[in-house]
Nanobody
Framework: QAQPVESGGGLVQAGGSLRLSCAAS????????TGWFRQAPGKEREFVAD????????VYADSVKGRFTISRDNAKNTVYLRMNSLKPEDTAVYYC???????????????????WGQGTQVTVSS
């Protein structure tokens, strides 16, 4: 299966917005659950959001609820993360991955996911 490719990161001021994309050249994303994680320097990779193949019932980390929105376009094999009201603490490298455990067993930790992309840097200035 093709590795996904993340894009859309950049430098933005606090309060600004960005939309990240996670795209794959095959049907990997359209048939699997996809999650977004982020990793700040010196910290562990942490869960941000998760969306199943139908796009229903997305899951969010408490730290991003109400500010971030995960969505998908299966026709384009792409999953998006819309980030509004960005804060300096959102600064991190953002990764997408494929969840390989069912929702009933999911812990939404890094070990539930594989097929990671290379990441895209998001920097929020104060």
């Amino acid at each position: 299966q093709a590795q996904p490719v993340e894009s859309g990161g950049g430098l933005v001021q606090a309060g600004g917005s960005l939309r990240l994309s996670c795209a794959a050249s095959d049907r990997t994303l359209s048939t699997f659950v996809t999650g977004w994680f982020r990793q700040a320097p010196g910290k562990e990779r942490e869960f941000v959001a998760d969306i199943n193949w139908s796009g229903l019932g997305p899951v969010y980390a408490d730290s991003v609820k109400g500010r971030f929105t995960i969505s998908r376009d299966n026709a384009k094999n792409t999953v998006y993360l819309r980030m509004n009201s960005l804060k300096p603490e959102d600064t991190a490298v953002y990764y997408c991955g494929r969840r390989h455990v069912p929702i009933s067993e999911a812990t939404f930790k890094e070990g539930d996911y594989d097929s990671w992309g290379q990441g895209t840097q998001v920097t929020v200035s104060s």
